[in-house]
């Protein structure tokens, strides 16, 4: 299925890893069921996890006192996004001195940052943090910059892991939750998109106790408020 619409002059990617319950390494189980008897009604009983594909985390991810996904105002999952293609050497830790480089020319207050690099290698499988893993890497500094240049949230492409250690990972995270700035991972399909500025939604489902949720984000490329 090809992941580009139009509608008018406007341009839709799809920027969601699509799940196939029998091939998913996280955990995806679907339970159909029949409650009309001999009238079929169709239900389907969903066993996931919430940090399943594509997916928004959100404080309550990292401190029980922190937001839940159903606590954060919708404002949050939607907006002007930038695309940044960071084209450092391999296994580079992503300095301020990069996003000044890089992010800065385009950064506004609340803005949606996706992060990528050459060094593509899909998250959470078993080539992570081998020899083949060449993506870069972020950590507290990376997580200040965005604090500091009021980031609505932080996206990830296949260029940049999240998973090398706790020592990087942990203050990465607790830096920008503690400021309600949240995270998309496992976005796919960037390399479609034509514009570096786009808008963009990933709305999650306003689900109680949850501390992260799947979700299906896209860019919407030509509209006007959404174009620098």
Not at 18 to 39: A, Q, S, V
Not at 95 to 110: R, V
Not at 178 to 195: P, Q, S, Y
């Amino acid at each position: 299925m090809d992941c580009v619409y139009t509608m008018g002059n406007l341009r839709i990617v799809d920027l969601t890893k699509g799940l196939d319950p029998k091939t998913e390494t996280r955990r995806c189980h679907l339970y159909r069921f029949n409650t009309g008897g001999p009238i079929p009604d169709y239900h389907t009983i969903m066993d996931l996890t919430s940090h399943l594909g594509t997916h928004c985390e959100c404080p309550y991810h990292h401190d029980d006192n922190w937001p839940s996904v159903a606590e954060l105002p919708l404002t949050t999952f939607f907006g002007r996004a930038i695309y940044v293609n960071i084209d450092e050497a391999p296994n580079s830790h992503i300095t301020g001195a990069m996003l000044d480089k890089y992010c800065a020319p385009k950064m506004k207050d609340g803005t949606i940052v996706i992060i990528d690099s050459p060094h593509k290698l899909a998250p959470f499988t078993e080539k992570t943090n081998t020899a083949e893993d060449k993506r870069l890497f972020v950590n507290g500094e990376t997580a200040q910059w965005f604090k500091d240049h009021k980031a609505k949230c932080v996206g990830f492409g296949d260029g940049v892991s999240i998973e090398n250690c706790n020592e990087d990972v942990k203050p990465f995270h607790d830096i920008l939750l503690a400021e309600n700035i949240v995270f998309l991972e496992v976005l796919k399909n960037l390399e479609r998109l034509e514009k570096d500025v786009f808008f963009m939604s990933y709305a999650p489902l306003p689900i109680m106790g949850l501390d992260s949720c799947p979700v299906r984000a896209y860019a919407i490329e030509g509209l006007s408020e959404f174009s620098n």
